[in-house]
């Protein structure tokens, strides 16, 4: 018998908004969470595994960035597109009161307040991207269309291969 996937916050605020998404588990290396392992253990190409980085501006506070596992972001383009002279990256302590998430686990649904959310612009060429469900472990497969309209996200270039 399959093990019962417990649904996260971000799965049930999906569920009360009626958008269509599926669970996905994988194995968890505590040594590797880089978004190549989980695109591996999915079996499924790392463009299609987005991770979900915060970061805080000079002028408008905190923003997130969802990029493709293969990308890194860009600091110059995300602070254009957020309206800020210059962002960087939290801290990782920083990560877990900020937005409710740990490295690893943190999506761009359901942290502990909106925040402006910028997706990469290769998201728009995929039927379905994965984001993590907000633990390690579990991703959720969802449309970018639903993805970008939930968060009320903005689709943008802000990151670079790697």
């Known amino acids: 018998m399959a093990k019962k996937i417990e649904k996260t916050n971000a799965a049930r605020l999906l569920d009360k908004a009626g958008i269509s998404y599926t669970l996905i588990p994988y194995e968890v290396d505590e040594n590797d969470l880089a978004a190549q392992h989980v695109a591996d253990s999915l079996g499924q190409p790392i463009e299609r595994v987005f991770k979900t980085l915060v970061l805080h501006g000079d002028r408008n506070g905190h923003l997130v960035c969802v990029i493709p596992g293969n990308f890194e972001v860009n600091l110059k383009a995300a602070a254009k597109a957020s309206g800020n002279k210059k962002v960087e990256m939290i801290a990782m302590k920083d990560l877990l009161p900020?937005?409710?998430?740990?490295?690893?686990?943190?999506?761009?649904?359901?942290?502990?307040?909106?925040?402006?959310?910028?997706?990469?612009?290769?998201?728009?060429?995929?039927?379905?991207?994965?984001?993590?469900?907000?633990?390690?472990?579990?991703?959720?497969?969802?449309?970018?269309?639903?993805?970008i309209g939930f968060t009320c996200g903005t689709v943008a270039d802000i990151g670079e291969e790697m």
């Open 98 to 147: 900020v937005t409710g998430y740990i490295r690893g686990g943190c999506s761009p649904i359901g942290m502990k307040k909106r925040f402006p959310t910028y997706y990469h612009s290769s998201i728009l060429d995929h039927e379905t991207v994965y984001v993590s469900a907000g633990v390690r472990g579990l991703q959720i497969e969802i449309s970018p269309a639903s993805l």
